[in-house]
């Protein structure tokens, strides 16, 4: 008979049920090796190789209208890193972060190949961001496929460029404005080199949220296209600012004593 629990963590509530298999893994020098559900991405019982630059993932193609999202591999593994967060963070055992250790890796593997990074850099980027931009940044990515729906930010119904935003660091109970430019000035204002997974990537009609690497970025796009992975588009823009909200004037007071 399987039992079942919601964690409730920072408004974010999480059902967890049933057995679920552990991982045997080693993690050493940003390789993966292991067999489990959640490292399914990584290779099952694969050595991945932290230099390796994948390039032969096309991003799908998403044509429906609506917020019903199409299946996607990494949405499903982004789902299962979000329950690990919280669960490390509700309780911080070894054990509970070795396994948020081994479906965040499954996540970077997928996302990393998807936008043609080096999954050793973006897995050294996401593991050095402070656990409400991973958290926030992971939440983002489960709406992967989610329609566009403007003036949204319940994935239920759509998403626009600041819906999706706005919904992500609301998981770690950071409340941004539903405007994009509001959304940068309500961040601290930081170099591209200084900008963390999950800041806020804008320029002039458009906000996204940066993967943490290179110019690679989660945005609802637009109609048609909705929640995607993609890449800042430097032609067309002659200066993209970043934002980190963790600091942001409207963050401070809620961030003493949150993970």
């Known amino acids: 008979m399987s039992h079942s ?3 409730y963590f920072g408004g974010i509530s999480l ?3 049933g057995k679920r298999a552990m991982a045997v893994a080693t993690i050493t020098c940003g390789l993966v090796v292991g067999s489990s559900s959640a490292a399914h991405a990584a290779g099952t019982a694969v050595v991945v190789p932290p230099a390796v630059v994948q390039t032969t993932w096309r991003e799908p193609q998403l044509l429906t209208k609506d917020a019903r999202p199409r299946f996607d591999a990494a949405k499903t593994i982004a789902g299962e890193a979000l329950i690990a967060i919280a669960t490390f963070i509700e309780v911080p055992t070894a054990e509970n972060f070795a396994q948020f250790q081994i479906t965040r890796a499954a996540l970077v593997t997928r996302v990393a190949a998807r936008v043609n990074e080096s999954r050793a850099a973006m897995l050294e980027a996401w593991s050095q961001a402070s656990l409400k931009h ?3 940044l992971i939440a983002g990515l489960t709406t992967l496929g989610v329609g566009y729906e403007y003036g949204s930010d319940n994935p239920k119904k759509g998403l626009d460029c600041s819906g999706l935003v706005a919904y992500a660091w609301k998981k770690v109970g950071i409340a941004l404005p539903l405007q994009s430019k509001r959304q940068w ?3 601290r204002d930081v170099e591209q080199q200084d900008a963390l997974p999950g800041d806020v990537v ?3 009609g458009h906000t996204m949220m940066y993967l943490g690497v290179g110019d690679a970025v989660l945005h609802s796009a637009r109609e048609n296209l909705g929640v995607r992975l993609g890449r800042i588009n430097w032609k067309q823009i002659p200066r993209v600012k970043f934002g ?7 963050s401070v007071n809620r ?3 949150v993970f």
């Open 185 to 187: 000035e309500s961040s």
């Open 134 to 136: 991973q958290m926030a």
């Open 202 to 204: 804008w320029y002039p």
């Open 5 to 7: 629990r919601r964690i």
């Open 255 to 257: 961030t003493a004593g």
């Open 15 to 17: 059902a967890r049920g």
């Open 244 to 250: 980190n909200p963790e600091v942001s004037l409207l």
